[in-house]
């Protein structure tokens, strides 16, 4: 399927905008791609950008890869971009290289402020739908791509930001801020927005906005500024003993699987002495090679998480420090490396009451809500929203109903879905927010 572009958007041409929006969804949700391997989806990106008057930035100027997280194996990124180089331009494609899937566009207006906005882009390692039931897949753009799907609606997201960006471009006129537009790669597991605040490209920012558009809350509803978010941290632990013949020697051994369930045990044992609002979670865990040989190798996946980042990076430092302790005490050897991170951040009152104004004037939303702490588990935008309220400017997560009415679609499982008559709102609430600043 091939997205139909209106060539020109004018500000009130509402059909030719829900028709761009809906096409893009649908496109990109057709060609799903997971963090740090979204080739086609910023190439997409980036094609429809290019020529509007932004300033297109990419590589390293906006990522920082050396605080990039998760990054997938050299082999899983070899693939990901010769398949991309089947269906996309070498010549752009070779922009975002080596996992430098971001993409940031600038409209300098020679304002003397700069609001920028940020929109996620990835998907995640779940198998579609394929019920009859499924809109994305009764309407034939469900995913072309074997286990991955856009299944929390970042491919929403996107058109969104792209559909945003055109209106820019037409409308320049009406705007009273520099605006910059952030294409963000992984921002599921938290891994992608560090790396990008760590490139410097939001120290000159005054407002930064971010949205999410969720299943589980009812079409029409907003919540101008979501303020719940966990602060997390996401470890891998691998812990490297001796293997050693389990019947004649075992004590030549160095028993991996034995300090990784202590360790384990220990971990549990932590939380439950600790405040009541922390989550801990070891995933998953595999190692050993045989049942009769003493394991020389065994790696879990633990994340921790809690509302009070304070609180939550005190738990998570003193889970290093057991698991160092533990792992230690039968004499393996240990290499921790950090997944994901991201802490809580409170948005700023006066954009949410902007927000607020602006969404009243939106026949769509018809239940708008200032503000709310609900635990929507972890969001690594905050990270951005820390940098520029740390710096003097100030910060807004939106969080916008899209469920459809009757049915409970779980966002990351293979069924969810969400309203497409969200779109227009959505996009009509940032453009009008850049002409009222
Ligand atoms: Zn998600
Ligand atoms: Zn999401």
Redesign the pocket.
């Known amino acids: 399927m091939s997205v139909k572009i209106p060539k020109m958007m004018k500000e009130l041409d509402l059909n030719s905008l829900k028709k761009y929006l809906n096409n893009t969804r649908r496109h990109l949700h057709s060609m799903p791609e997971t963090a740090w391997l979204e080739y086609k989806t910023i190439d997409f990106i980036y094609n429809e950008i290019k020529d509007l008057g932004y300033e297109i930035l990419t590589g390293d100027k906006i990522l920082d890869m050396s605080y990039a997280m998760g990054l997938p194996n050299k082999e899983t990124n070899d693939l990901a971009y010769k398949e991309a180089l089947l269906e996309c331009s070498s010549e752009s494609l070779k922009l975002f290289k080596d996992n430098r899937t971001a993409l940031v566009a600038k409209m300098n207006l020679y304002k003397e402020k700069t609001v920028a906005i940020r929109f ?1 882009i990835d998907a995640l390692p779940i198998k579609e739908s394929d019920d009859s039931s499924h809109f994305p897949f009764k309407k034939g753009f469900s995913s072309k791509t074997k286990g991955i799907m856009h299944s ?3 491919d929403f997201h996107t058109a969104i930001g792209l559909a945003l960006s055109k209106l820019i471009s037409e409308n320049k006129d009406k705007l009273h801020y520099n605006v910059i537009l952030i294409f963000q790669p992984a ?2 597991g938290v891994r992608g927005a560090k790396a990008i605040v760590e490139s410097g490209i939001l120290d000159n920012v005054d407002i930064l906005l971010a949205h ?1 558009q969720w299943s589980v809350m009812p079409k029409g509803k907003i919540v101008c500024s979501q303020n719940g978010t966990l602060s997390t941290h996401k470890y891998d632990i691998e812990i490297f003993g001796k293997s050693a013949h389990a019947g004649i020697c075992p004590e030549k051994g160095r028993n991996a699987i034995l300090s990784a369930s202590r360790t384990i045990c220990a971990l549990y044992d932590l939380q439950k002495q600790s405040s009541p609002s922390i989550k801990l979670n070891v995933g998953t865990i595999i190692g050993g090679q045989g049942r009769n040989i003493i394991s020389d190798y065994t790696k879990f996946e633990m994340e921790v998480r809690a509302k009070d980042k304070n609180i939550e990076k005190e738990f998570a430092n003193n889970v290093i420090e057991i698991i160092n302790k533990t792992v230690k005490s039968y004499d393996c050897e240990l290499k921790i490396s950090i997944k994901g991170e991201a802490i809580g951040a409170v948005g700023n009152e006066s954009i949410a009451r902007t927000i607020y104004n602006l969404s009243q004037e939106i026949s769509f939303f018809n239940n708008i809500q200032l503000s709310d702490e609900e635990n929507r588990g972890s969001e690594d935008f905050t990270s951005m929203m820390n940098r520029v309220q740390e710096r003097g400017g100030k910060a807004c997560f939106i969080g916008i109903g899209a469920g459809i009415k009757g049915k409970e679609l779980k ?1 990351h499982s293979p069924n969810f879905d969400i309203d497409e008559e969200s779109l227009l709102p959505s996009l009509l609430l940032f453009y009008k927010f850049l002409k009222s600043i």
Request: proline share 0%.
């Open positions: 996620d929390c609606g970042h921002e599921e999410h966002h």
